[in-house]
């Protein structure tokens, strides 16, 4: 049996880098929120419809879609073990996950939020593939944490590598919409991590002031001494 985590941090802090990257490492399941409600919508699917007002302004789609999305694809992961990003985002929905499966571990990502909204304010995404860039060089100590992050180009620029397609900044990218995200973000990832943390759930709590190699290798480590890999 595969290990089945939970990648939890704000916006911005790498979760879709992270979760695609164990995801590979390990042969386990990505289970993307925000990547499928953006497949949904640019399929213009029913479900598409429905929440894209709710993406393009940044507030939160209603629980009951939302387990229930998640709920069918980790049925459908069976055995493989998975990687959940995005989800949960309310008690609410930690509470009705915690019925449908046992999770070994929370990985928590954290990043200063003048980083955080520097990044987001440079990042550019290929619709299509999903690949993600940065334009963004960061070198400096913020509360007594040294950030260094060189910049994630593509090698032809404006031009994604993986499929050719342009980049473009994200539409929730936005300075009014990235405030809000972190705003909703702050409020209510507190009571979920009080719900792991006082259920037991193995915790591991890794502060992103580097590039991704190293933060996988960190993530890596503390999952082998838990027995989990
Ligand atoms: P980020 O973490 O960078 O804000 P995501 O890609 O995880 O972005 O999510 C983008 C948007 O999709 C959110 O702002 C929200 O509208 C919606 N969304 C994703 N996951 C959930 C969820 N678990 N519950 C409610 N809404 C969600």
Redesign the pocket.
């Known amino acids: 049996m595969f290990v089945k985590l939970i990648i939890l941090g ?3 802090v790498g ?2 880098t992270y979760s695609t990257r164990l995801s590979k490492l390990l042969g386990i399941v990505k289970i ?4 499928i ?2 497949e949904e919508v640019r399929k213009g699917s029913k479900l598409g419809r429905l ?1 894209e007002k ?2 393009k302004e ?6 009951d879609i ?1 387990v229930r999305i ?1 709920e069918k694809r980790i049925r459908k992961a069976g055995s493989k073990g998975f990687i959940l ?6 008690l609410e ?1 930690a509470q009705a996950l915690d019925k449908i499966v046992k999770i070994d571990a929370i990985i928590y990502l954290s990043m200063d939020e003048e980083i955080l909204i520097e990044r987001l304010l440079r990042r550019r995404v290929r619709k299509r593939c999903g690949a993600v860039y940065n334009v963004t060089d960061i070198r400096k100590v913020v509360n007594g944490v040294e950030y260094i992050f060189p910049p994630l180009l593509s090698q032809r620029r404006r031009i994604c590598d993986l499929c050719g397609g342009p980049l473009v900044r994200r539409e ?1 990218d936005e300075p009014e919409v990235i405030r809000r ?1 972190l705003k909703i ?1 702050k409020r209510l990832s507190k009571p979920i991590i009080n719900y792991y943390k006082t259920r037991g759930v193995p915790f591991i709590e890794i502060c992103v002031n580097r590039e991704p190699s190293i933060i996988v290798d960190r993530i890596v480590y503390r999952l082998k001494e838990l027995n989990l890999i």
């Open positions: 704000p916006p911005g979760k879709g993307s929120t925000g990547d409600l953006r929440v709710h993406l940044g507030t939160l789609v209603p629980d939302m998640v990003d995005g989800f949960p985002r309310t929905q929730d995200r973000y």
